[in-house]
């Protein structure tokens, strides 16, 4: 128990520290260019398959935090820097998406739409939703892990957000 509360300590601070960074930079970058972004197609590419991890972790926050909210052995401290983690997975998305001129409302959609497809596929087996909740977990881990490398990938290239 005391190392699942480290473990999710660290994750938050990371969280923490990347938030602030990244958020503002990418902003920053953004509106510098004037979202008039001239992207060869690597960069849009790396743009948006960033943005497509950054909205299936922001939901994947999203939903995590409202379980965690449900369970009284859970603080709220750590249920709100989920939260807050989801909001900025969520915003980095926004942003990015926005910068390419796609909604991100329609790319959450699909995301809901695959998320779906694939509980409909484990349906038969139960123990497979824990299987799928940890391999989303995992994935979120590693994008967190590579979170402000990916952004400053982004912005250090020309003519790149």
């Known amino acids: ?3 699942a509360e480290r473990s999710k300590t ?17 902003f920053l970058l953004i509106a510098g260019k004037g979202l008039a972004l001239n992207l060869n197609s690597q960069q849009e590419d790396k743009s948006l398959k960033l943005a497509d991890a950054a909205l299936e972790c922001g939901i994947y926050y999203e939903f995590t935090a409202g379980g965690l909210a449900k369970n009284p052995n859970v603080s709220r401290g750590v249920v709100q820097t989920i939260t807050q983690n989801s909001k900025t997975l969520l915003h980095t998305a926004d942003l990015l998406y926005h910068a390419a001129g796609i909604s991100i409302e329609d790319r959450r959609k699909k995301v809901m739409q695959g998320a779906k497809e694939r509980l409909q596929k484990r349906k038969e087996n139960p123990g497979s939703y824990n299987e799928l909740i940890y391999e989303y977990g995992e994935k979120c881990k590693l994008l967190m892990d590579a979170y402000s490398y990916r952004i400053e990938s982004l912005s250090g290239e020309s003519n790149a957000i």
């Not at 660290?10 to 990244?22: D, F, G, L």
């Open 1 to 3: 128990m005391i190392k």
């Open 10 to 26: 660290e994750v938050t601070t990371k969280m923490a520290s990347i938030k602030k960074v990244s958020s503002g930079l990418l």
